[in-house]
């Protein structure tokens, strides 16, 4: 049944958030730490245990995947609510502020990404990691 | 009779918003197909499209929520709220490899750390710039510049003045508006096209909506990568910000 799939879904993000906010918690931090992500590996782990034993049925996943693909809309949503007046009104500071962080942020990326390491894992082919991190990509 | 149409739209906020979204999603996929040849994506249109529908909704209303805030459209503040917003990022993890993320999972938190310093240093050097000199004003603005969440909380810890802090609201708001509509156009410049490099794109912009809608107008299929990382970028910034960053500036200014 689809509503399977939406309660894992539901089990892994409210899991995650307690683990972030127990984080936070312990960090003294007024913030989840991290929740959403651990959610996003504890999805990941729990989906492919249940694969291994063979037993995800499709309308299960179907519950997942609806969220899924619901995923571009949200963000349009999202887009919609954004305070944009709010940020063409901070003046001159937060606009170059912001500008400044986005080039810098979006110029170091090939600089971390740098050369993609040497393959370590036996279960890809032994290709360049390029090659496999294309491949990756444009899987699904 | 149109005073009752507003009725129920704002009674049934959730249900319009969701036809509304779908509206504006088929008008951007055709706007994309006819005039771009699908080179410009059809999602990335249809975000520009609902931050100047926001913009505008902000200048009606003067409110926060931009085209949220009017009452016809109060369901795109739930359906694009942090609450689904979250629940479809993590379901975008479903059939991910976790291999790919293990492969990145270094380079991932290096990016974490560069990425809430060097945002961290964008914002102090312009704050500097324009003649700030309190070492409060400074950490304030630098941490908005991280994301905007980060400046409030971070300036209301150190004591900023409230219009320090909104100021560092907006420098995060410009960020994380402008990585929305810059990623999908230097993706290529920068290869961010595959799993690797979207973690660490994830970890170097940070902000939560600006690497969730920059990944979605560029390839869907990297959202889960950035937005892993991304998601500890703005608990990093809090756990930073107001410590070791602040203790940095006051020790140079």
Redesign the interface.
């Known amino acids: 049944m689809a509503i399977y799939g939406v309660a894992l879904?539901?089990g892994?993000?409210m899991f995650?958030l307690i683990i972030?906010d127990l984080?936070?918690q312990v960090?003294g931090?007024?913030?989840?730490?991290?929740?959403?992500?651990i959610?996003?590996?504890l999805?990941?782990?729990v989906?492919?245990v249940i694969h291994q034993w063979g037993k995800l049925p499709d309308s299960t996943?179907s519950g997942?995947?609806?969220?899924?693909a619901?995923?571009?809309?949200?963000?349009?949503?999202?887009?919609?609510?954004?305070?944009?007046?709010?940020?063409?009104?901070?003046?001159?500071?937060?606009?170059?502020?912001?500008?400044?962080?986005?080039v810098?942020?979006?110029?170091?990326?090939?600089v971390?990404?740098g050369k993609?390491?040497p393959e370590q894992?036996c279960?890809?082919e032994p290709a360049t990691?390029v090659a496999s991190?294309?491949a990756?990509?444009r899987?699904? | 009779m149109f005073e009752s149409l507003i009725e129920l739209f704002d009674e049934y906020h959730l249900i319009a918003a969701f036809a509304v979204i779908g509206l504006t999603m088929y008008l951007s996929n055709w706007l994309s197909v006819r005039f771009t040849n699908g080179k410009f994506h059809g999602s990335a249109i249809a975000i520009l499209l609902g931050l100047l529908l926001a913009y505008i909704g902000g200048v009606v209303t003067g409110g926060e929520n931009g085209l949220a805030d009017l009452t016809l459209f109060s369901g795109l503040g739930l359906m694009g709220g942090g609450m689904l917003r979250d629940l479809a990022i993590i379901a975008t993890a479903y059939g991910v490899r976790f291999s790919e993320i293990r492969k990145a999972g270094v380079h991932g938190v290096v990016a974490l750390f560069a990425g809430v310093i060097v945002s961290f240093l964008a914002g102090g050097i312009i704050a500097v710039g324009f003649g700030y000199t309190d070492p409060v004003d400074i950490t304030t603005v630098g941490a908005g510049t991280v994301t905007y969440i980060v400046g409030p909380v971070t300036g209301s810890t150190l004591g900023a003045s409230s219009e320090i802090i909104a100021l560092s609201i907006a420098a995060g708001l410009v960020k994380s508006i402008l990585v929305m509509i810059v990623t999908p156009m230097t993706s290529r410049i920068i290869g961010l096209d595959n799993p690797r490099s979207a973690m660490i794109f994830g970890g170097l912009i940070g902000t939560t909506s600006g690497v969730a809608a920059g990944l979605a107008a560029t390839d869907a299929r990297l959202v889960p990568y950035g937005a892993m990382t991304a998601t500890f970028y703005t608990g990093l910034g809090i756990l930073l910000a107001p410590t070791a960053l602040f203790l940095m500036v006051r020790a140079i200014a």
């Not at chain 1, 931090?29 to 992500?37: H, K, P, S, T």
């Not at chain 1, 997942?64 to 899924?68: E, G, R």
């Open positions: 879904l539901a892994c993000m995650g972030g984080l936070g960090l931090i007024e913030a989840n730490l991290g929740g959403v992500g959610a996003m590996l999805l990941i782990f989906t492919n996943s997942i995947t609806f969220w899924n619901m995923y571009i809309p949200i963000v349009v949503a999202m887009a919609a609510s954004q305070n944009v007046a709010a940020a063409f009104s901070g003046g001159l500071v937060s606009l170059l502020a912001g500008v400044l962080a986005v810098l942020g979006l110029a170091l990326v090939p971390i990404a993609p390491e894992d279960q890809d990691a991190n294309t990756g990509s899987r699904g």
